[in-house]
């Protein structure tokens, strides 16, 4: 049972490059997300998908777009890198019945530098 | 909206000795809580949730936390510290009609002294 799965596990990129940062779950959940974690800062929700097509945007959006065709896939992109990018990225899937299972499972996240 | 606030970014505690890290919250709705603890250059892991059972929930590694809604307060403790138990923890708040949105605290980051 794999759970959340993301790749890659580093990069570095240069100012203006653009990337994907991908993301899948083999555990059928509706639910996906992508934070960023930046030292004091806790983790910060980008964007979320509560069901293949729908997405929306979270606390800090800007610079990113993400896309879910399937259930089990959530990338995130990158459009245009910048410096203020740098960051670790984790991104999530939980159960969507809203119950007691509302917890999310992490991947074990993408550490971007931004040069 | 939902918001986690917690006290104190760093806490040094002897091992043995008692574990407390703070967590206040603010919800409109009843809360769903969280604790998570992340290990050096790991993922998250679930320490322990409070979804309006009992107020006294039990988690792994002998961490407990108790949900006091007029205090707006989800406090962690482990009666007694191992020198595994150093990481940073993070408190989170959810909620049923917004079961898609986490929303995490800024994390306390937990050390032990020999």
């Known amino acids: 049972n794999a759970g959340v799965t993301q790749t890659p596990k580093f990069q570095v990129l240069k100012t203006g490059q653009s990337m994907t940062l991908q993301c899948a779950q083999d555990?059928?959940?509706?639910?996906m997300s992508w934070y960023r974690q930046d030292p004091g800062m806790g983790l910060r929700l980008i964007h979320y998908?509560?069901?293949?097509?729908?997405?929306d945007q979270g606390e800090v959006p800007n610079g990113y777009n993400v896309s879910r065709s399937t259930t089990e896939d959530f990338p995130l992109r990158l459009l245009s890198a910048a410096p203020s990018q740098t960051s670790v990225y984790f991104c999530?899937?939980?159960?969507?019945?809203?119950?007691?299972?509302?917890?999310?499972?992490f991947g074990q996240g993408t550490r971007l530098t931004v040069v | 909206a939902q918001s986690v606030t917690q006290l104190g970014s760093h806490v040094s505690v002897s091992e043995g000795a008692l574990v407390l890290l703070r967590c206040n919250y603010s919800s409109s709705v009843p809360p769903y809580l969280f604790w998570y603890v992340q290990y050096p250059n790991q993922g998250l892991q679930l320490l322990l949730k409070y979804t309006s059972a009992a107020t006294l929930v039990k988690g792994i590694n002998g961490f407990e936390a108790e949900f006091k809604k007029s205090e707006t307060s989800f406090h962690l403790t482990k009666p007694s510290a191992h020198m595994s138990d150093a990481a940073e923890y993070f408190c989170a708040v959810t909620s049923y009609s917004s079961a898609s949105k986490i929303i995490f605290g800024s994390g306390t980051r937990l050390s032990i002294r020999p």
């Open positions: 998908s509560v069901g293949a097509g729908i997405t």
């Open positions: 555990m059928n959940h509706e639910y």
């Open positions: 999530a899937s939980s159960y969507g019945t809203g119950g007691g299972n509302t917890e999310a499972f």
